[in-house]
């Protein structure tokens, strides 16, 4: 069924360095972590976010072409328009949590976070990215109260090299109870490999290209499922080998 839009204002623009922007909404959305919502800009296009916090909705933004331009260019007292949320989320299991997040990823797994404090868990969240300024989130997180562990490239912030390398000494001290990952493909494919040989179950989140976000159009079809409605959360064994073989042939036809 497809849902009708619901009309949110934009309260806060938070600057996130160069990566893009937080937005805090004048309404709240309840989600499990890990959903996502579509966003809509009339005239523009309509596409997929991840809920980064209910109460109020809040929204981040990476920037990487015309649409996430145009989000994040919003300005304070803006509207624009949410139907959702969608899909399987991520569940908390055992009560040590590494949260893993390269890019954009970091914000499908910030409600995470904020779900497992809420109950008195202990999270650790891994961040990585190319330079400092290119880091989402960091704030938001540490308003949270989540032990923070940096990855970037450059070695502006945190740890010089990758976030699998930042996180691996955790995962080989068999630290977390449950590993979750959101993030570029590679990132992906390491951290299930490095969570499997550490012996730590771990779900992951891939980011598909999104149209309908109802299991409808097709577009999100990918290995035998349909990532907005079968996932966007999945367990690692379920598409290791999706992963695995992307990784030897290239990206498999979609849609
Ligand atoms: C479940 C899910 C949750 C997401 N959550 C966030 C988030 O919280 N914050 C955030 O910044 N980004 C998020 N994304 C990615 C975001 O949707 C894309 O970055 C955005 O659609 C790119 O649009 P564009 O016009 O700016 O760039 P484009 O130039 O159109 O594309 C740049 C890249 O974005 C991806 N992309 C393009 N079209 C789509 C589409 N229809 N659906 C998904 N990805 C697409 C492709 O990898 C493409 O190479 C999420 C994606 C998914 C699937
Ligand atoms: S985005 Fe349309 S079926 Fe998944």
């Given at each position: 069924?497809?849902d009708?839009?619901r009309?949110f204002?934009?309260?806060?623009?938070?600057?996130?360095?160069?990566?893009?922007?937080?937005?805090?909404l004048?309404g709240d959305l309840e989600a499990k972590p890990g959903q996502f919502v579509?966003?809509?800009?009339?005239?523009?296009?309509?596409?997929?976010?991840a809920v980064v916090s209910e109460r109020p909705l809040m929204l981040?933004?990476?920037?990487?072409?015309?649409?996430?331009?145009?989000?994040?260019?919003?300005?304070?007292?803006?509207?624009?328009?949410v139907r959702g949320p969608y899909g399987?989320g991520f569940?908390?299991?055992?009560?040590?949590?590494?949260?893993?997040?390269?890019?954009?990823?970091?914000?499908?797994?910030a409600l995470l976070?904020e779900k497992?404090?809420a109950?008195?868990?202990?999270?650790?969240?891994?961040?990585?990215?190319?330079?400092?300024?290119?880091?989402?989130?960091?704030?938001?997180?540490?308003?949270?109260?989540?032990?923070?562990?940096?990855?970037?490239?450059?070695?502006?912030?945190?740890?010089?090299?990758?976030?699998?390398?930042?996180?691996?000494?955790?995962?080989?001290?068999?630290?977390?109870?449950?590993?979750?990952?959101?993030?570029?493909?590679?990132?992906?494919?390491?951290?299930?490999?490095?969570?499997?040989?550490?012996?730590?179950?771990?779900?992951?989140?891939?980011?598909?290209?999104?149209?309908?976000?109802?299991?409808?159009?097709?577009?999100?079809?990918?290995?035998?499922?349909?990532?907005?409605?079968?996932?966007?959360?999945?367990?690692?064994?379920?598409?290791?080998?999706?992963?695995?073989?992307?990784?030897?042939?290239?990206?498999?036809?979609?849609?």
């Amino acid at each position: 069924m497809y849902d009708p839009h619901r009309c949110f204002t934009i309260r806060r623009v938070v600057p996130e360095g160069r990566a893009g922007v937080t937005l805090v909404l004048d309404g709240d959305l309840e989600a499990k972590p890990g959903q996502f919502v579509m966003v809509w800009l009339p005239g523009i296009e309509e596409r997929p976010f991840a809920v980064v916090s209910e109460r109020p909705l809040m929204l981040s933004v990476q920037v990487v072409g015309p649409f996430t331009r145009a989000l994040a260019s919003r300005r304070e007292g803006e509207r624009l328009w949410v139907r959702g949320p969608y899909g399987r989320g991520f569940a908390l299991r055992g009560r040590r949590h590494l949260l893993i997040g390269g890019g954009s990823g970091i914000a499908s797994l910030a409600l995470l976070a904020e779900k497992a404090l809420a109950q008195g868990d202990e999270v650790r969240v891994a961040l990585g990215a190319r330079t400092a300024e290119a880091l989402l989130l960091v704030g938001h997180l540490k308003t949270l109260g989540c032990e923070l562990l940096l990855a970037t490239e450059d070695g502006s912030a945190g740890v010089k090299g990758t976030v699998i390398e930042a996180v691996q000494p955790l995962l080989a001290g068999r630290w977390p109870e449950q590993a979750y990952a959101c993030g570029p493909r590679p990132m992906l494919r390491a951290a299930i490999r490095e969570a499997r040989r550490c012996g730590i179950p771990c779900q992951v989140s891939l980011e598909e290209v999104m149209k309908c976000g109802l299991g409808v159009c097709g577009h999100c079809h990918c290995g035998g499922w349909l990532v907005c409605q079968d996932g966007p959360v999945f367990e690692a064994g379920e598409v290791e080998a999706l992963l695995e073989v992307e990784e030897a042939l290239g990206p498999l036809p979609r849609g």
